[in-house]
Nanobody, 117 residues
Framework: QVQLVESGGGLVQAGGSLRLSCAAS??????????IGWYRQAPGKQRELVAR???????VYGDSVRGRFTISRDNVRHTVYLQMNSLKPEDTAVYYC?????????WGQGTQVTVSS
């Protein structure tokens, strides 16, 4: 069993920055082995990939955030971060942490990010 807890969301003006964190925990869980990432879902829209990072640090970004957002992971703290710069109103969404183990696909509870114009 794996638990994912996100933090760092909030309200920010357009052009501002936020950093999201997702802490993973579990009794029989090797964090460093797995891909971990962020998705987001805006009202009335499908959930979409924001970014993910592999066990060796290779990252992939969604087209709408590439160049503005940076994903990173700390395998000692079992935490993944999402640094979001140059935020736009269209970045407003609930951001979810995701960890697929191959057996089960884990999700956090989500954290709200609201960008005002």
């Amino acid at each position: 069993q794996v638990q994912l807890v996100e933090s760092g969301g909030g309200l920010v003006q357009a052009g501002g920055s936020l950093r999201l964190s997702c802490a993973a925990s579990g009794s029989t869980f090797t964090f460093s082995r797995f891909v971990i990432g962020w998705y987001r879902q805006a009202p009335g829209k499908q959930r979409e990939l924001v970014a993910r990072v592999t066990s060796d640090g290779t990252s992939v970004y969604g087209d709408s955030v590439r160049g503005r957002f940076t994903i990173s992971r700390d395998n000692v703290r079992h935490t993944v971060y999402l640094q979001m710069n140059s935020l736009k109103p269209e970045d407003t969404a609930v951001y979810y942490c995701n960890l697929p183990t191959g057996v089960r696909n884990y999700w956090g509870q989500g954290t709200q990010v609201t960008v005002s114009s």
